[in-house]
């Protein structure tokens, strides 16, 4: 325990719990709370900002909890989310198992009715046992009920969030706890600036030796890197390993740009192959969860006798879906280390197997290039996307924000990401909904332009939140791709009664939301305009709406992953 702030002093030699909240959390370096007030924590939030805490003030939980998801990724400190009792704390919790399930660290910090009434269950003001309900969907959940614990509390919930494998934490703060009053010096006195929260983890040298042994007796060895990778920032080690070895690499969606996307060794363009014909797959900071079939099926080549090294901080993860021939458990950066240190001569792995994927990739490559050209109107997803790739390539600090289904995975195949941590989508549960909060902070905590590549559906789910964009003067270009629908904007109701379940108002005029609240709005019907529109954005910084409309016949059934569609042999027959 160390005792290295004075906390504000309401009253002469007073403090109380809001102060210590606030001490407490400044003393562990937050400096951004993700917010959206309200009893009982109004106050809170005010005297948040006043204390020098940047707060952003939300239209939805769900998007202020998705801000502080990526926040923690961003930043590798816990990002933190403040609300409200019952229904507010509720809708930060899709937010809060989003983070867990991803392995950021974050903190959902929400005010709660009284114990005493709501045990007794006599029916309080938004009544509900939150921390009941929110420790099977987090990492860890605490509740604070004294003063005096909330440097222990706070302390934990950081501790916890960051250490090992990261994850979403819940902080349980009832009304009453803010109100109480201690004596300032003996306050300053409970708080814990916790001390190297997230430790360095080496794996064993003998570890590391069977990694080194198994990689080097590949003849067809691959590496995949994960958002783990991307999130641990040792970005300079992972290029230094991934080129000293000569491996070819693939990257999951959010590793993309971990080396730059145009890289000699980079097998992103020929994915099938690199999966299929390997013979040795190294894992980075990824999982061999739905995204990588379990490392099974015709993807992997089945019947296959693939030796997998992993790199997890993780051991539970080792041998979830496929036995792990090498496990490294260990943080990436001193696992790394102690692998580079052992290559000494490595040889590279034969010229063969390395040209036959060079060769792949420069064939798909050259096929794609050639339908990106496309200048068509109505606009598809290549045509529009394909200027979207030429407006990152001129700005490589620019963040991609992306969801949707085919608004998505073309995005992911198409625009290339030429540093680290500038591609921020989905996860791994694929949650329609991250946009907004997502653009917000990552505006918020890296100041760089945002361009959010959004599908119409996607959209709707977080675009209330352009008042805050407008609100705070954020960066942020947000491109509507407007097919009119879900995957499509074609289909329609067999009885004629409704609109099918997957269509939206036709070329629906999305871009006056944001002019309604005082940004630029434009609506785009051909790649030249599109392309014209975002470089002004990115130019100005002035929040914008580009309402791209895109053909509605041109996407496919839930984009590259339709096979997951469960069928009905009634329909079929
Ligand atoms: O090698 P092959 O031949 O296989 O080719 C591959 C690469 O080699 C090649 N490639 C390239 N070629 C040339 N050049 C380059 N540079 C290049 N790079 C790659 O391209 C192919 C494909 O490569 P890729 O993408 O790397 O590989 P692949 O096989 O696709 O990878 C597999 C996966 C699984 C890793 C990948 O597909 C992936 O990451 N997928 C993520 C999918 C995902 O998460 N989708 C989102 C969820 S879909 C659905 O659930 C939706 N909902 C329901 C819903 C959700 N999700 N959430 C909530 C809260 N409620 C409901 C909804 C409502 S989507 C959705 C809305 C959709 O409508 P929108 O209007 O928003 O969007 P539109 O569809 O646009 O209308
Ligand atoms: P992707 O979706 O990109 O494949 P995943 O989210 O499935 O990535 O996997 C990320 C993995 O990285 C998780 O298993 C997590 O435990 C691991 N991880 C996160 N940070 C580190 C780190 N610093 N060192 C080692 N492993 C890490
Ligand atoms: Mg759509």
Known sequence: MTETSTPTDPQGDLTDGFHLIIDALKLNGVETVYHVPGIPVTDLGRMMQAEGLRVISFRHESNAGNAAAIAGYLTR???????????????????????????????????????????????????????????????????????????????????????????????????????????????????????????????????????????????????????????????????????????????????????????????????????????????????????????????????????????????????????????????????????????????????????????????????MGARLMNNNVPMDYHGALGRLKSVFADHPDAILVNEGANTLDFARSIIDMSKPRKRLDVGTWGVMGIGMGTAIAAAVETGQPVVAIEGDSAFGFSGMEVETICRYGLPVCVVVFNNSGIYRGTDTDPTGRDPAPTVFVREAQYDLMMTAFGGAGVTARSPDDLEQAVRAAIASRRPTLVNAIIDPSTGTESGRIGNLNPQSVVKKK
């Open 77 to 367: 400190k816990p990002g933190v989310c403040l609300t409200v009792s019952a229904p507010g704390f509720l809708n930060g919790l899709v937010a809060l198992s989003h983070a867990t399930t991803n392995c950021w660290p974050m903190i959902l910090i929400s005010g709660s009715s009284e114990r005493e009434i709501v045990d007794l269950q006599k029916g309080d003001y938004e009544e509900m046992d939150q921390l009941a309900i929110a420790k099977p969907l987090c990492k860890a959940a605490y509740r604070i009920l004294r003063a005096e614990d909330i440097g222990i509390g706070i302390a934990r919930a950081v501790r916890a969030a960051v250490s090992g494998r990261p994850g979403g934490v819940y902080l349980d703060l009832p009304a009453s706890l803010m109100g109480q009053v201690m004596d300032a010096a003996a306050g300053a006195k409970t708080l814990i600036e916790v001390v190297d929260p997230a430790p360095a983890q080496f794996p064993a040298q003998a570890a590391v030796d069977r990694a080194l042994d198994v990689l080097s007796s590949a003849r067809k060895p691959l590496i995949i890197l994960g958002k783990g990778a991307a999130y641990a920032q040792c970005d300079a080690l992972v290029r230094q390993f991934v080129e000293t070895s000569g491996i070819p690499y693939l990257a999951m969606s959010m590793a993309k740009g971990l080396l730059p996307d145009d890289h000699g060794q980079y097998a992103g363009a020929a994915r099938s192959l690199a999966l299929k014909d390997s013979d040795c797959v190294m894992l980075i900071g990824a999982r061999l969860n739905w995204l990588l079939s379990h490392g099974r099926g015709k993807q992997w080549g089945e019947p296959h006798g693939k030796r997998f090294v992993h790199i997890d901080i993780d051991p539970k993860e080792m041998d979830s879906n496929q036995p792990i021939a090498a496990p490294l458990v260990g943080d990436i950066e001193s696992c790394l280390t102690m692998l580079l240190a052992g290559m000494g001569d490595w040889s590279a792995p034969d010229a063969a197997w390395t040209g036959a994927i060079a060769d792949k990739a420069a064939a798909n490559v050259a096929r």
